[in-house]
Nanobody
Framework: EVQLVESGGGLVQPGGSLSLSCAAS????????MSWVRQAPGKGFEWVSE????????AYAGSVKGRFTISRDNAKNTLYLQLDNLTTEDTAKYYC?????????RGQGTQVTVSS
């Protein structure tokens, strides 16, 4: 059974940072590209970032480029997303997903709230 469990969300002030993790199991993590997507209140899913299976290739949405960093540890079956210089516009539930563009299986998500 494919499982993706996100963690690390929380409440942070504008300009702050958070580190998200996604623990994967039930499939061959190391051969799969992975993505992060998010969903803000009342809005649809938005692709945030993706990383190739080896970690050599990464891509970011324009709204987060330069502020977010995606990475992975294939030995630990874990995907990461470092969120820096957060703004209120980043408030959303963040999900990790298999495949590029977040089109595969998604986890349950972790809430990120940016507020003063």
């Amino acid at each position: 059974e494919v499982q993706l469990v996100e963690s690390g969300g929380g409440l942070v002030q504008p300009g702050g940072s958070l580190s998200l993790s996604c623990a994967a199991s039930g499939f061959s993590f190391r051969v799969n590209p992975m993505s992060w997507v998010r969903q803000a209140p009342g809005k649809g899913f938005e692709w945030v970032s993706e990383i190739s299976s080896s970690g050599d290739t990464r891509a970011y949405a324009g709204s987060v480029k330069g502020r977010f960093t995606i990475s992975r540890d294939n030995a630990k079956n874990t995907l990461y997303l470092q969120l820096d210089n957060l703004t209120t516009e980043d408030t959303a539930k963040y999900y990790c997903a298999t495949g590029y563009r977040g089109t595969g299986f998604r986890g349950q998500g972790t809430q990120v709230t940016v507020s003063s």
